[in-house]
């Protein structure tokens, strides 16, 4: 494992002491390059407004890395927008939190006056776009558009997290880095980009703190998936689609199907279609309902679907299990008459 210790401090100075450490091939104060045959570093850094600094990161590690981040002796602000591979924060003193592919989460907001731990597993690619402001650029310039969110913040001792996988930030994402590969992409364009996304960002925070009165964007992940679970089973006939849920929880769609999968060990669809037939066979079996009635009730298009499902599923159709299960009742029903018709009498 490769160690870096490092002090909060605008990206700028950090670099200047990690270029110096390190001995880095380059860096002048705008692009950082570093190769080796264990890891490639390159990050290039952009300062045209007073008390902002945003960075793009591009690195490829073989060994697993560890940067320890010493609290700032002056107040910053640090936003992390992660774009793709993963990478797991940690506030000292707390769990590690995954940033990134098949996590929840993709930015994290926190106070650079808190201790963090930041882990990139071995044999990794990520890339993320960070975001560094003063704490008077914050209180100057946001809170005269957000009224009262300094206030909040600084009653706030957690870091912050959220996912921000809308499509303004993902494709914000995907230009920033996909037009500095090809070398046309302008300085101003990345402040732009790199301030919507912040925006959107405080503009999740504010709303939050306004719905439920705290400073907090972190969201459960088993809250989450029990209430995407509870969706499903409540609404059989008409399910909330896939585009619906990502939206209603903010998260990509692989990051659902992945995330649910992982915990109830199917993905929703499947989950869906196993909570239909299981009210299938009870319907079939305890009702007199024709068939069809309940291929619509369970929100089958047409019978036929739901006769060949119901085939896979329980080996046999529909109406063969509601004669069987008929027959097998009246068959155990009988076997009782022989006792109550036989003429014995009691008392």
């Known amino acids: 494992m490769e160690i870096f210790e490092f002090e909060q401090i605008f990206m700028s100075e950090s670099l200047d002491i990690i270029s110096r450490d390190l001995g880095i091939e380059i860096w002048d104060k705008e692009r950082l390059e570093h190769s080796s045959p264990t890891h490639d570093y390159k990050i290039n850094l952009y300062k045209q407004i007073e008390g902002v600094e945003i960075g793009t990161f591009d690195l490829r590690v073989e060994d697993e890395h560890l940067l320890v981040g010493r609290p700032s002796r002056d107040s910053y602000y640090s936003f992390r927008f992660m774009f793709d591979g993963v990478m797991y924060q940690e506030k000292v003193g707390e769990k590690k939190v995954a940033l990134g592919d098949d996590s929840l989460y993709s930015a994290s907001f926190y106070d650079t006056r808190n201790d963090m731990r930041f882990y990139i597993p071995p044999h990794s690619r990520l890339r993320f776009v960070n975001i560094v402001i003063t704490h008077s650029f914050f209180e100057n310039v946001i809170e005269r558009y957000y009224p009262g969110l300094t206030e909040l913040v600084n009653e706030c001792d957690d870091w912050l997290l959220f996912d921000p996988l809308n499509v303004n930030i993902r494709e914000s994402l995907r230009e920033i880095f996909e037009e500095e590969a090809d070398a046309i992409f302008h300085s101003g364009n ?158």
């Open 190 to 347: 990345v402040h732009m980009r790199g301030m919507e996304m912040m925006n959107t960002f405080i503009n999740v925070l504010k709303r939050n703190s306004q719905e439920k009165g705290i400073i907090s964007t972190q969201i459960d992940p088993d809250n989450i998936l029990n209430q995407i679970k509870d969706e499903l089973s409540q609404n059989l006939a008409n399910p909330p689609s896939m585009k619906e849920l990502t939206e209603r929880f903010s998260m990509s769609s692989e990051k659902l199907r992945t995330s649910f999968k992982r915990t109830f060990g199917l993905p929703p669809h499947q989950y869906l279609l196993n909570l239909r037939f299981s009210k299938a066979y009870e319907m079939v079996t305890q009702t007199d309902e024709p068939m069809s009635n309940i291929a619509y009730t369970l929100g089958f298009t047409h019978p036929s679907h739901f006769n060949r499902g119901f085939r896979k599923q329980f080996g046999l159709s529909p109406s063969i299990l509601r004669e069987n299960y008929k027959k097998e009742q009246l068959e155990a029903k009988g076997k009782t008459l022989p006792f109550f018709n036989s003429g014995l009498m009691f008392g």
